[in-house]
C-alpha cells in the first residue's frame, strides 16, 4: 500500500451516464497526476496538478472529462456522457519532494 | 513528444535464469527513467529508477543500465524467482518546474517458470 487511496475500486455503468472516480494522494504530496491505462498499455497521462491548480492536461482529455483538486488535497476525475471507448483503468499517482510517482489501486470502468 | 519503446512484449525464463528488458526513448531532454512492476489487477510499483547522470544502478538482483548517446536503457533482473512474473514498463521522464512530464513503454509481461 502506497498511501494513494482511489474509489471507488469498480465502476460499470451504461454508455450515456456521467461517472466520477475520487483519489486521495498522500497526505504532504502536493503534486498530483490522472493516468488511464488500457489493456496491455503502459499508462497514459491525463492531467497533473500542483496543489489545487490543474497546470497541464492531455489532448487525450477531451471536453467529457474534467479533473479538480479544491483545497489541493483529494482529487476527483468526471467523465460525462460515458462511451464504451472510455472503459480502462484510472490511475492516479502523487509525488511529494522527489521524483517518484506513488499510484493508487486505480478505479477499473466498464462502460456497457 | 516523447515516444517510449519497450521490447520484448512477452519474456520467459526459467526460475534462476536472467531476463533482460530494453527501452528506447527519442526525446534527449528526457532525465530521469524509472522502472514499474504491476501485478495482475494491481498499482504499478516503482521497482528501481535512474538518472541521466548515472549510467547504472544496482538494487539486489536489479540493475538499470543508461546509455544517453544511444538514448536506451535497459532492466535487468538476476537470479529470477517465480514471484518476479509480473509486467515490467519503462518510462522516460523529463523535468519542468516541478511538472514531471513521463512517458511510459508498453510493458513487458515476465513470465518465470519453476
Known amino acids: 500500500d502506497t498511501g494513494v487511496s482511489q474509489d471507488p475500486r469498480h465502476k460499470i455503468t451504461k454508455r450515456g451516464q456521467n461517472v466520477t472516480f475520487r483519489c486521495d494522494p498522500i497526505s504532504e504530496h502536493n503534486r498530483l497526476y490522472w493516468y488511464r491505462q488500457t489493456l496491455g498499455q503502459g499508462p497514459e497521462f491525463l492531467t497533473y496538478f500542483q496543489n489545487e491548480a490543474q497546470l497541464e492536461k492531455s489532448r487525450l482529455l477531451s471536453d467529457r472529462f474534467s479533473a479538480e483538486r479544491p483545497k489541493g488535497s483529494f482529487s476527483t476525475l468526471e467523465i460525462q456522457r460515458t462511451e464504451q471507448g472510455d472503459s480502462a483503468m484510472y490511475l492516479c499517482?502523487?509525488?511529494?519532494?522527489?521524483?517518484?510517482?506513488?499510484f493508487g489501486p486505480g478505479t477499473r470502468l466498464l462502460v456497457l | 513528444g516523447e515516444n517510449v519503446e519497450q521490447h520484448p512484449s512477452t519474456l520467459s525464463v526459467q526460475e534462476g535464469d536472467s531476463a533482460v528488458i530494453k527501452c528506447t526513448y527519442s526525446?534527449?531532454?528526457?532525465?530521469?527513467f524509472p522502472w514499474y512492476k504491476q501485478e495482475l489487477g494491481k498499482r504499478p510499483q516503482l521497482i528501481i529508477d535512474i538518472r541521466s547522470n548515472v549510467g547504472e544502478k544496482k538494487d539486489q538482483r536489479i540493475a538499470v543500465t543508461l546509455n544517453k548517446t544511444a538514448k536506451h536503457f535497459s532492466l535487468h533482473i538476476t537470479e529470477t524467482q517465480p514471484e518476479d512474473s509480473a509486467v515490467y514498463f519503462c518510462a522516460a521522464s523529463v523535468s519542468s518546474g516541478g511538472y514531471q512530464k513521463v512517458t511510459f513503454g508498453t510493458g513487458t509481461k515476465l513470465q518465470v517458470i519453476p
Open positions: 526525446d534527449s531532454a528526457s532525465n530521469y
Open positions: 499517482a502523487s509525488i511529494g519532494l522527489g521524483e517518484t510517482q506513488y
